[in-house]
């Protein structure tokens, strides 16, 4: 692939009502929450993350899970996605699989981050990922596998490419649907994304969707968007309003918009199927229900306007 | 240049001290600005714009340009700059020609844009451009050029960019050392960029310097950066705090800032000469003396930390 061909069409993974919320103090109402995601279901997304399996009393932020997976009404081409931490949670999740389309599995590239965020080494957390990937798909589900903290760590300092490509292989040959690569706390750059998406395009299977997910902590994030595309990488995970982010290390925020994603790459000509102004306006909804302004640029600049039309790309 | 040969050493040309200082609703006191520019001379900042020569009843904020260049202290190899917007105000600029070292003029691409800002024609604008450089460079000054709404113009949209380059031949051949291209209400995409600069380095000759004048309006700033590394480009204007941007239209707001673009640069193993953590220390004194937050991503996340050192670069 020369610089010039970027791919002429990207898949946007919502994950808002899942890591934003989550991440909020305040605990937001179930009608709310419905509410929201059904309004982003109305997008063009055709992805999103809506609900967490992790023990209630850890995250009481997500505690509704099953409530809003079974009240909620979405088109029929809107896959939706729950996140579980471990087998318990994927048990319970199964119990609802009727409601949702795939499941989202995760582990740290990084020892020390894989520990602090669930107190087991990234050994166990792999296995017991070796362990539910089969059991989602028995049972007729996609599974994401969750690379975090796959181009730095706050603690550790450096990770190395070699072992984010191993863990890639072990969720693949694990069977994972797709493989997301987290910049958890805002850590990567372009270059450093561009030459890590080209390996890991080389090295794994046609089959395997590898999916960027990154932070905007110091302004880098949609810097990083276009080194991934430019490596072929066509799926991008995003929160709408820029809510959520990683509250590891404390501090820590900012997944990139996906008000700004979604303009970012229209302007260059890439399909997304997503109405930016109806995002726009479910990102205006959050806000109003979370009684703050939010962070994300089109929020407060509005979207580009061309008089007499958008150029053509490039 | 293959899409793996980034620039190996950036050229960061800081405007904040004039448009940022001038975009304030208040007028920052003169020792204020003199104290903060010379904070940003110690940082490894090698080009300042300080002040400007547009009449002091239309832009009150910067009436004491005369005062802040007669007093301030910067090391030698510090390059000042000022702003001219037309031959009266290039005369006055050079009565205190031995304070500085470059006069910058300016026209935008676009008509509206232009009649707007100054209430004259492009054609005009660039007739007194003609006359300007060469009194500049016979005073013994560098002169740059800037191009404002060069990658797009809220009020006619597309701006062709056969026409960005009929007035870089234009600028060129009337002796300016430099052009500048401003994305002057952050409509500019990568594509763009990256064919833009590609285009206007291979239209110019050598000696003419090409720099980057991005905003941040819908969070692309740093995407653009990366985009015009990759055409070759090397120099780029930024604001420390991200003070500023273009008040036409009302609202418009967002250079991106310097301490974001130089860690952007720093982590993709880039030379700037830079003190990221001084150029800090001076966002946050002028954010005291603003009394308000400013919109820079590391003055909210500090600079990334790497517990063990930066990784290699790539």
């Known amino acids: 692939m020369t610089d010039h061909e970027l791919p002429s069409a990207v898949v946007v993974r919502e994950v808002g009502p899942r890591d934003g919320f989550q991440n909020e103090p305040e605990r937001i109402a179930t009608a709310d929450k419905i509410r929201l995601i059904e309004q982003l279901a109305r997008t063009g997304l055709r992805r999103i993350e809506v609900a967490s399996f992790v023990r209630p009393d850890v995250l009481p932020q997500l505690d509704d899970g099953v409530e809003v997976l079974e009240r909620l009404e979405v088109p029929a081409d809107v896959h939706l996605s729950v996140l579980v931490p471990n087998v318990r949670g994927l048990e319970r999740a199964l119990e609802h699989a009727d409601r949702f389309h795939e499941v989202c599995v995760f582990a740290s590239a990084s020892e020390t981050h894989n520990r602090r965020n669930v107190n087991r080494s990234v050994a166990e957390s792999i296995a017991a990922i070796e362990e539910m990937v089969p059991r989602v798909r028995a049972a ?148 109003r229900v979370l009684g703050r302004p939010l962070g994300s640029h089109l929020l407060l600049a509005g979207p580009i306007e061309w008089p007499g039309g958008r150029p053509a790309a490039g």
Not at 175 to 181: C, F
Not at 190 to 202: E, S
Not at 215 to 231: C, D, I, K, S
């Open 140 to 287: 007729g589900l996609r599974c994401q596998a969750v690379i975090a903290t796959a181009f730095g760590c706050p603690y550790e300092g450096v990770v190395p490419a070699e072992r984010v490509l191993e863990l890639t292989r072990r969720l693949e040959a694990a069977g994972a649907d797709e493989v997301g690569y987290g910049d958890t706390t805002g850590m990567a750059n372009p270059l450093q994304v561009r030459a890590l998406f080209r390996r890991l395009r080389a090295a794994t299977g046609e089959g395997l969707e590898l999916t960027a997910h990154f932070h905007n902590t110091r302004g880098q994030g949609l810097a990083n968007v276009l080194a991934a595309l430019e490596a072929g990488i066509s799926t991008f995970e995003s929160s709408f309003g820029e809510l959520g982010g990683c509250p590891v290390p404390k501090g820590a925020t900012g997944n990139i918009a996906t008000e700004d994603l979604v303009s970012l790459l229209h302007e260059m000509g890439i399909e997304t199927g997503i109405d930016l102004a109806a995002v726009l306006e479910a990102s205006r909804e959050v806000q």
